[in-house]
């Protein structure tokens, strides 16, 4: 390394900071973000110091050009690669059109940007064998982060800023600068001796950002208080303490009521509790969806509004095409594209919606495996009474399918298995599996006469959303089995000599 060793007030700090929130364990790969500017190569600089001391694994500079700013974006570039190259740490580039993102996504360029970064970040990590991704945040952007947010008006978990170690999917984001100040970093890449490159971006009050760094804090600072950035961080510590207890007490709040194979939230649960956490359950909720989690205030409002309504069939709308449907007592948190039925989605994507019951190859190999809207369905044949039983017993032996319950899990397509009876079976004309046709009808077990099959879906609290999406084993109209339930003309009794397991 031709660099020095940096202030070791400053690197004792970096250093502490990691220890304190267990922010790297010995042996793991690192990959850092690494812009060229002061705050990253001084987080790259640093990481390279203690890389024998904290056993790092091995470190990997990724650097992002956005495709912006022409002739400084090249030097940015080479700038990085050379001073990796310098700091032995390995080197990943990525460029992107970032202007055209934003306008394809109708976001802002740093928007864009940002979610640019992260998929590179995402990308070195897989190729990289890395799981931590180093970040060059400090106090200074966390000042700003807090006093921006406050301006667009937030919660305490807004006013929490950034934190310095935050899951994103499977890797784990840490901000080792979070404790020092761009002053305190600039002295530092002095001290040994770096010689960052200058964003001129970053002195233009055209972001809002960069309007609060450069025109709203200096004039706090002169007119209000001088250390204006110390409170702001000094609040957003106060406000993180608030917030993990909050999310500890909404853990224990999910961890009863929410079911993530459905996705699913119990309605019935949220207008019981505080608002607070009401609140923070539905953003949970949507977070574990797939859908933002930082939901707006009239977003949440829609969601309360629908568990306390208790309006069957009900919704409303979140971001990013997501949506919440009240059915049964739960929220179902959706996407717009799971409306469709799995007829349609199955011809959209050339996945056959139909197939025939097999038979012959049951007969003469006792499985057999076809698939049904891309979805593959085993069938066993089973003949001797210990197997019979056990599989019965295992299935449910044709009990109710519904929205929940181990004999209904109400996910997208429902999983399960349910056994027939091969003879009652085989009496039966053209069986087919397919999903639901107008004019389906079904007599359930221990039933004389039929009954839509609408209204079978209705009884066994089937969400309507759902119904194109459960799996039939039909004759002509005549429903055999749906999902999990098998109908009586074919429900197994103590007289089967086999009986047919199909699992979906």
């Given at each position: 390394?031709?660099?020095?060793?940096?202030?070791?007030?400053?690197?004792?700090?970096?250093?502490?900071?990691?220890?304190?929130?267990?922010?790297?364990?010995?042996?793991?790969?690192?990959?850092?973000?690494?812009?060229?500017?002061?705050?990253?190569?001084?987080?790259?600089h640093?990481?390279?110091?203690?890389?024998?001391?904290?056993?790092i694994?091995?470190?990997?500079?990724?650097?992002?050009?956005?495709?912006?700013?022409?002739?400084?974006?090249?030097?940015?570039?080479?700038?990085?690669?050379?001073?990796?190259?310098?700091?032995?740490?390995?080197?990943?580039?990525?460029?992107?059109?970032?202007?055209?993102?934003?306008?394809q996504?109708?976001?802002?360029?740093?928007?864009?940007?940002?979610?640019?970064r992260?998929?590179?970040?995402?990308?070195?990590?897989?190729?990289?064998?890395?799981e931590?991704?180093?970040?060059?945040?400090?106090?200074?952007?966390?000042?700003?982060t807090?006093?921006?947010?406050?301006?667009?008006?937030?919660?305490?978990?807004?006013?929490?800023?950034?934190?310095?170690?935050r899951?994103?999917?499977?890797r784990?984001?840490?901000r080792?600068?979070?404790?020092?100040?761009?002053?305190?970093?600039?002295?530092?890449?002095?001290?040994c001796?770096?010689?960052p490159?200058?964003?001129?971006?970053?002195?233009?009050?055209?972001?809002?950002?960069?309007?609060?760094?450069?025109?709203?804090?200096?004039?706090?600072?002169?007119?209000y208080?001088?250390?204006?950035?110390?409170a702001?961080?000094?609040?957003?510590?106060l406000?993180?303490?608030?917030?993990?207890?909050?999310?500890?007490v909404?853990?224990?709040?999910?961890?009863?009521?929410?079911?993530?194979?459905?996705?699913?939230?119990?309605?019935d649960?949220?207008?019981?509790?505080?608002?607070?956490?009401?609140?923070?359950?539905?953003?949970e909720?949507?977070?574990?969806?797939g859908?933002?989690?930082?939901?707006?205030?009239?977003?949440?409002?829609?969601?309360?509004?629908?568990?306390?309504?208790?309006?069957?069939?009900?919704e409303t709308?979140l971001?990013g095409?997501y949506?919440?449907?009240?059915?049964?007592?739960?929220?179902?948190?959706?996407?717009?594209?799971?409306?469709?039925s799995a007829?349609?989605?199955?011809?959209?994507?050339?996945?056959?919606?139909?197939?025939s019951?097999?038979?012959?190859?049951?007969?003469?190999n006792?499985?057999?495996?076809?698939?049904?809207?891309?979805?593959?369905v085993k069938?066993?044949?089973?003949?001797?009474?210990?197997?019979?039983?056990?599989?019965?017993?295992?299935?449910?032996?044709?009990?109710?399918?519904?929205?929940?319950?181990?004999?209904?899990?109400g996910?997208?397509?429902f999983?399960?298995?349910?056994?027939l009876?091969?003879?009652?079976?085989?009496?039966?004309?053209?069986?087919?599996?397919?999903f639901?046709?107008?004019?389906?009808?079904?007599?359930?077990?221990?039933?004389?006469?039929?009954?839509?099959?609408?209204?079978?879906?209705?009884?066994?609290r089937?969400p309507?959303?759902?119904?194109?999406q459960?799996?039939?084993?039909?004759?002509g109209?005549e429903?055999?089995?749906?999902?999990?339930?098998?109908?009586?003309d074919?429900?197994?009794?103590?007289?089967?000599?086999?009986?047919?397991?199909?699992?979906y």
């Amino acid at each position: 390394m031709r660099y020095g060793s940096g202030d070791p007030h400053t690197l004792d700090k970096i250093r502490n900071t990691i220890r304190e929130y267990s922010m790297i364990l010995p042996g793991e790969r690192i990959v850092a973000g690494l812009s060229g500017g002061p705050d990253s190569a001084c987080l790259l600089h640093a990481l390279c110091c203690l890389r024998e001391e904290l056993a790092i694994g091995a470190i990997c500079a990724v650097h992002v050009n956005h495709g912006l700013r022409e002739d400084e974006a090249q030097r940015d570039e080479a700038y990085s690669r050379q001073l990796a190259e310098d700091l032995g740490a390995d080197f990943r580039v990525f460029h992107f059109d970032i202007g055209a993102e934003a306008a394809q996504e109708r976001v802002s360029s740093e928007t864009a940007g940002r979610k640019a970064r992260y998929r590179a970040f995402e990308t070195a990590c897989a190729d990289f064998g890395a799981e931590r991704i180093a970040t060059a945040h400090n106090s200074n952007d966390q000042a700003e982060t807090i006093l921006m947010r406050i301006l667009r008006g937030t919660g305490i978990h807004g006013l929490s800023g950034i934190r310095h170690c935050r899951r994103a999917g499977r890797r784990t984001v840490i901000r080792p600068l979070l404790d020092i100040g761009r002053e305190e970093i600039e002295a530092y890449c002095r001290s040994c001796g770096l010689i960052p490159v200058r964003d001129r971006t970053n002195d233009e009050a055209v972001y809002t950002r960069n309007k609060i760094r450069l025109e709203l804090l200096p004039y706090l600072r002169e007119n209000y208080n001088p250390d204006i950035s110390s409170a702001l961080v000094r609040l957003g510590r106060l406000a993180a303490d608030d917030d993990d207890y909050l999310e500890q007490v909404t853990g224990k709040i999910m961890l009863k009521h929410w079911n993530q194979e459905e996705k699913t939230l119990s309605a019935d649960a949220l207008p019981g509790l505080h608002p607070a956490l009401a609140k923070r359950a539905v953003r949970e909720a949507a977070g574990r969806s797939g859908a933002d989690s930082d939901l707006g205030e009239k977003h949440i409002r829609g969601v309360l509004s629908l568990a306390s309504g208790k309006k069957e069939g009900k919704e409303t709308d979140l971001t990013g095409g997501y949506y919440v449907r009240y059915s049964y007592s739960k929220l179902w948190f959706l996407r717009r594209t799971d409306r469709t039925s799995a007829e349609d989605a199955a011809g959209r994507t050339g996945l056959t919606c139909t197939a025939s019951f097999p038979e012959e190859r049951l007969e003469k190999n006792g499985t057999a495996e076809i698939f049904l809207g891309g979805r593959a369905v085993k069938l066993r044949l089973i003949c001797s009474a210990e197997e019979k039983e056990a599989e019965k017993e295992a299935a449910g032996s044709g009990k109710r399918c519904s929205a929940g319950g181990k004999s209904g899990r109400g996910g997208a397509v429902f999983s399960r298995t349910v056994c027939l009876d091969w003879k009652k079976l085989k009496e039966q004309d053209n069986v087919i599996f397919r999903f639901r046709q107008p004019g389906d009808r079904i007599r359930p077990r221990g039933m004389k006469g039929h009954k839509k099959l609408q209204d079978f879906f209705v009884d066994r609290r089937i969400p309507k959303h759902l119904r194109e999406q459960v799996p039939l084993l039909a004759s002509g109209r005549e429903i055999l089995s749906a999902g999990g339930e098998a109908a009586q003309d074919c429900c197994p009794d103590p007289e089967s000599t086999a009986i047919v397991s199909i699992e979906y």
